[in-house]
């Protein structure tokens, strides 16, 4: 029976928490299954409209919902990476086999270069995750040099006529992935030593240096990020972590992405909901070894993870998305916010045709997910300033597992407004807002709802838009959040 949570949201307007790094809404763009090649990439000359190889379709959404980083090329497909291979004409680039990914052949026709006009394309950053398990510490080095050089040096020159003068800007490099599994399953004691001998020769111009990842740990583990903030003393601007969100909580068999009942739909909120644990556990690590704040915490891994879809190539991780992967966006991005002060950088993964997408393709046809439409309504928090809230909510049970029935976020944005996200995890029951800010308040409300009538509601190349943002308007003095659904509004 439906019934009503009662919400309290408290604020005072006039406080301060630390800044929403607009790298928090990073992407991850891997060479596996169909996400780059296809999703993004289908070279100049296919019939798709395309800009320098890339499809103008994809590149226009993701321009719209503004992507300010991209993480590439991997991933495992990172550690079993060579540079060299992806520059100079594509007909004489060798052909690979992705061994992690469906056992493939990789082209290499998107190489360093294609990437950087990716990013270009996107008016995004870029982040360049090295590889530490199977190269060099010389490849990795002259790999930077290559990038990054304004010298008259041999591997600068070839640069410029592969093509590009001017060196480019690397926001962020990382030194390998996942190194206790896929990277090259060390202990974090053998991989601190590596990361030290690496960063040692990764050397740049003045001013270039881009921001070093620390390859750290995943899930419950907080081993890798004790070992790596204490035994990393230099040259490691922050440490990485994964977690992935599998409904079953197994690898085995994971759950399914789009038919699922509401004790699926709880089993995945309340996995997804251990990132408050998890983040918590590995900050307070953080704050005792590193207690000037200067590392900071890359969830540069994160998102839902479901079996692969029947009759498709198992290794290509390509899923569905429903209003549940919205939820779980919406849960996950609040958290991020709340841990703003050391969490600066997230990558979801992954941001076309692979696991938890902004954008699924077919042949010339591309949608949006429900998860597109989240990070685009919540994009008005990138760099936005947090303002401390206490959400006084029941929880949402099943079980004896509890995870809350509401969360939010609220934040003063770039533009001036104030805005307030929040999201109803509970798929039957409605929560009536009590709005207790001091400091201001609009009348009216107003923004966008997404929501459906069913939990697993999703956009199909026939329906494209049954998963769409709404508007959106509310009396701040009488406002109910529906079941399952996503709001954002500006006081
Ligand atoms: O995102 C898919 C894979 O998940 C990545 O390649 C790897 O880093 C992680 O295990």
């Excluded at 991850?28 to 000359?45: K, M, N, S």
């Excluded at 740049?204 to 921001?211: E, F, H, R, V, W």
Aim: proline share 5%; hydrophobic share 35%; net charge negative.
């Amino acid at each position: 029976t439906a019934a009503t949570h009662q919400v309290t949201v408290s604020a005072d307007l006039s406080k301060q928490g630390p800044v929403i790094n607009k790298d928090i809404y990073g992407q991850f763009a891997e060479h596996l299954g169909r996400g780059i090649y296809e999703g993004l990439w289908v070279g100049p000359d296919s019939s798709i409209p395309n800009t320098k190889g890339f499809r103008n379709d994809v590149i226009n959404a993701l321009k719209e919902m503004e992507v300010p980083l991209v993480r590439w090329p991997g991933g495992c497909f990172a550690d079993e990476y060579h540079w060299r291979d992806g520059i100079g004409p594509k007909d004489e680039r060798p052909v690979k086999v992705n061994t992690h990914w469906g056992g493939v052949e990789e082209t290499n026709a998107v190489g360093t270069h294609e990437f950087f006009d990716l990013a270009e394309l996107l008016g995004a950053e870029v982040y360049i995750n090295g590889n530490l398990g199977s190269g060099t510490v010389r490849e990795m080095a002259e790999w930077m040099e290559y990038m990054t050089s304004d010298k008259n040096s041999t591997l600068a020159n070839q640069r410029r006529a592969n093509g590009r003068d001017k060196p480019w800007d690397i926001k962020y490099f990382g030194i390998g992935n996942e190194s206790w599994g896929c990277g090259g399953h060390m202990e974090p004691d053998y991989y601190t030593d590596l990361y030290r001998q690496y960063a040692t020769f990764l050397k740049t111009p003045p001013g270039k240096k881009p921001l070093l990842v620390g390859s750290g740990g995943h899930t419950e583990d907080t081993q890798w990020t004790d070992v790596l903030s204490k035994n990393i003393e230099r040259d490691m601007d922050g440490i990485s972590y994964h977690f992935y969100t599998l409904p079953n909580d197994e690898w085995e068999t994971k759950g399914h992405a789009t038919e699922f009942d509401e004790k699926m739909w709880f089993a995945t909120l309340e996995r997804t909901y251990r990132m408050d644990e998890y983040l918590k556990n590995n900050i307070a690590i953080l704050d005792k070894n590193d207690p000037e704040g200067e590392l900071g915490f890359y969830v540069d891994e994160w998102g839902t993870w479901y079996d692969a879809e029947e009759g498709r190539e198992p290794g290509f991780l390509y899923q569905q998305n429903t209003l549940r992967d919205a939820v779980v966006a919406a849960v996950n991005l609040n958290l991020f916010h709340a841990y703003a002060k050391r969490v600066h950088m997230t990558n979801i993964a992954q941001m076309v045709n692979v696991l938890q997408a902004m954008i699924l393709t077919d042949g010339p046809d591309m949608l949006k997910t429900p998860t597109y439409h989240i990070y685009d309504m919540y994009s008005v928090f990138q760099d936005a300033t947090s303002i401390p809230l206490t959400l006084d909510a029941p929880d949402y049970t099943m079980g004896g597992k509890a995870v809350p029935a509401v969360t939010g976020s609220l934040a003063k944005g770039k533009d001036g407004r104030t805005y307030l996200a929040l999201v109803n995890l509970d798929p039957n029951n409605s929560a009536s807002i009590k709005l207790d800010v001091s400091g201001g308040l609009d009348e009216t409300l107003k923004g966008e709802i997404l929501t459906a009538a069913e939990m697993t509601a999703k956009n199909t190349f026939d329906n494209k838009d049954a998963v769409t943002p709404k508007a959106f308007e509310a009396t701040a003095d009488d406002f109910t959040l529906p079941a399952k659904s996503i709001v954002v509004v500006a006081l």
